[in-house]
């Protein structure tokens, strides 16, 4: 890495926020209109006011990357995704919360975690944040958790983390946390290799 891309990062920036209006509260999260003045006028900005997320690229002793599929209602698809869950809890920081969603959505801990990646998912339209982080040593959890709607049918796969890779770079797999995780860990291991 060269010291100019040590510099390369997104900037804070906050224009003045002359009103901030809530359009419609949701039971998940809430859409706003902010009203905001920028350069020498204003603008007016609708977007989902989000908790944030965490994800989970949880990778065992074989190197394979455990991956979920649950409905998707939004874009009608069941999706292959990495577990993951909303940072919903008063006062949780984000890796107990990515331990919390390891357990509930696929009955697992790990004895060992690290920050793999932090992106805006689509910071055009929302506030949210996910953290995603690399989980190994990954065991059975003590018991397991009961599941509803979606998560009553999600299916678990473990996969090699390279097919993985694959399946997002052919346009196989389209979920942005995934591709974003699975990239960044292979990346992170030949890293280390």
Known sequence: MTDSSRDLRDEPFEPEVLDSDLVYEGRVWDVRSDRVRYG????????????????ILALDDEGRVLLIQQYRHPIRHRD?????GLLDVEGEEPLEAARRELAEEADLVAAHWEPLVSSWTTPGGNDEIIHIF??????PAPSAHDREDEEADIRVEWVPLADAVDAVLDGRMHNGILTIGVLAAAQRLRDRS
């Open 134 to 139: 690399l989980a190994t040593g990954v065991s």
């Open 40 to 55: 020498d006028g204003e603008i007016v900005r609708q977007y989902v006011a989000h908790t944030g997320a965490v994800a």
């Open 80 to 84: 292959w995704e990495l577990p993951a």
